[in-house]
């Protein structure tokens, strides 16, 4: 099984900038696709980012320039940079591995993390 550990979150005023990571942990050691959802209050859940192991990346429209997702496939590691936030960034932001085969095994729903909290407010 995996377990995706996130961390980063926090609050920041409108303007700055915060950095998340997410580290895959478990027997699974190769993913092609990782990436970031998010979910804001009242709001379905979303996706920001992906990025694939040959660093081909997808972004919503609403971050394109703003925010950058890379990874360290040797770490198993994803990151999420994001400058210039805004108050409307302001949710649940969860990592993830989408389904697919991973060991010689279907995960119908692939991975989540527990998700990490981002707050943009003055």
């Known amino acids: 099984q995996v377990q995706l550990v996130e961390s980063g979150g926090g609050l920041v005023q409108p303007g700055g900038s915060l950095r998340l990571s997410c580290a895959a942990r478990?027997?699974?050691?190769?993913?092609?696709?990782m990436g970031w959802y998010r979910q804001a209050p009242g709001k379905q859940r979303e996706l920001v980012a992906q990025?694939?192991?040959?660093?081909?990346?997808n972004y919503a429209d609403s971050v394109k320039g703003r925010f950058t997702i890379s990874r360290d496939n040797a770490k198993n590691t994803v990151y999420l940079q994001m400058n210039s936030l805004k108050p409307e960034d302001t949710a649940v932001y969860y990592c993830?591995?989408?389904?697919?085969?991973?060991?010689?095994?279907?995960?119908?729903?692939?991975?989540w993390g527990r998700g990490t909290q981002v707050t943009v407010s003055s």
């Open positions: 993830n591995v989408p389904a697919g085969y991973y060991s010689g095994t279907y995960y119908a729903v692939g991975f």
């Open positions: 478990g027997s699974i050691f190769s993913f092609n696709s």
């Open positions: 990025i694939n192991s040959a660093g081909t990346t």
